[in-house]
């Protein structure tokens, strides 16, 4: 069974930083599993912010946040981290850690198939 548990959220002013943190249990850490970070806004599609192979290392990122946010994860890669820099009131949303044991599309969230329940970020 898998779990993934975001934390980090909070209410943070423009320019300032929060650190996400996303626990992963209950999936092998198999080659070919994707790992991200995705945010929706009120009346607003769900969207890709970044991602991480966790075989390789290879991160991928939305246009709109490259140079501010970095994706990161631990030594036993169980927990995955989504460092925010520079944040801007558009960042504002509920951001959700997702995976797959597959080969998604990284930034594609309708090819995910486990979710965290979500960490709200407010920026203001």
């Known amino acids: 069974h898998v779990q993934l548990v975001e934390s980090g959220g909070g209410s943070v002013q423009p320019g300032g930083s929060l650190r996400l943190s996303c626990e992963a249990s209950g999936y092998r850490h198999s080659s070919g599993v994707c790992a991200g970070w995705f945010r929706q806004a009120p009346g607003k599609e769900r969207e890709g912010v970044a991602a991480?192979?966790?075989?390789?290392?290879?991160?991928y990122y939305a246009d709109s946040v490259k140079g501010r946010f970095t994706i990161s994860q631990d030594g036993a890669k169980t927990t995955m981290y989504l460092q925010m820099n520079s944040l801007e009131p558009e960042d504002t949303a509920m951001y959700y850690c997702?995976?797959?044991?597959?080969?998604?599309?990284?930034?594609?969230?309708?090819?995910?198939?486990?979710w965290g329940q979500g960490t709200q970020v407010t920026v203001s």
């Open positions: 991480v192979r966790t075989t390789g290392g290879a991160k």
């Open positions: 997702a995976a797959d044991s597959g080969y998604p599309r990284p930034l594609a969230p309708d090819e995910y198939e486990y």
